[in-house]
């Protein structure tokens, strides 16, 4: 069965340093979705693209975080510098498109911890 | 903005008992998706159950099914038969049908824990 594939599955870091997590969405898929879920909370939408196009990262901190999907296909959320505030949760999603079925289809997640 | 209200940070069912996971929404809008999903430990999230608004029929899959309530905005999930692979953190989310993409909108959670 298809999934949606992400790395690292953990990761620790220290702060101030560059960190990145990468994502292969499931074949075919057009919409990625890069979420941020705090321990104890829901998850959040951070960027959304269409094929390799951000239509909406209005909740990305740009400053420290940038993310890109260059040929459309797989994709990468980088943090730099990395803050203590930053330890969460980062899930990556995809959908067929931009109907608004609403099913998403979820990877396992990157955990994150800043010391 | 839309919000999404889970008040049970945390329930528990007995093996083979009916559990019911409350969420309540907040929106302008009438036409919308409800969604529940079911997120195991160090699994992923996956879809359980959807409502669109403006159904009055409320969604059923198998052994879960809803009690969508639009004037009150509240959108409950009822798992009927619970089983130990049930355990898990649930996610009450909200879709807008306005706005461009799956947008979703979710709630803090809700951890079920089944006891064997």
């Known amino acids: 069965e298809a999934e949606v594939a992400q790395s690292p599955r953990y990761k620790i870091t220290e702060k101030s340093q560059a960190v990145a997590f990468w994502c292969d969405p499931i074949?075919?898929?057009?919409?990625l979705y890069w979420y941020r879920q705090i321990l104890g909370q829901g998850p959040e939408l951070l960027v959304q693209?269409?094929?390799?196009?951000?239509?909406?990262d209005s909740q990305l901190p740009k400053d420290r975080f940038s993310a890109e999907r260059l040929k459309g296909v797989d994709s990468t959320l980088k943090i730099q510098p990395a803050e203590l505030g930053d330890s969460a949760m980062y899930l990556c999603?995809?959908?067929?498109?931009?109907?608004?079925?609403?099913?998403?289809?979820f990877g396992e997640g990157s955990r994150l911890t800043v010391l | 903005a839309q919000t999404v209200t889970q008040s049970q940070p945390e329930m528990s069912v007995q093996e083979a008992e009916t559990v019911t996971l409350s969420c309540t929404y907040d929106?302008?809008?009438?036409?919308?998706?409800l969604f529940w999903y079911k997120q195991p430990p160090s699994r992923q999230m996956i879809l359980v159950i959807r409502?669109?608004?403006?159904?009055?029929q409320n969604a059923t899959e198998n052994r879960f099914s809803v009690n969508f309530q639009k004037a009150a905005k509240s959108f409950s999930l009822k798992i009927s038969d619970s089983q130990l692979g049930d355990a898990a953190m649930y996610f009450c989310a909200y879709c807008s049908s306005l706005e461009y993409g799956n947008k979703l909108v979710f709630g803090a959670g809700t951890i079920l824990r089944v006891k064997s």
């Open positions: 074949s075919g898929h057009a919409t």
């Open positions: 693209f269409q094929d390799e196009s951000v239509v909406d």
């Open positions: 929106t302008s809008e009438s036409d919308y998706y």
């Open positions: 409502q669109e608004a403006y159904k009055q």
């Open positions: 999603a995809s959908s067929l498109g931009v109907t608004n079925t609403g099913e998403l289809f």
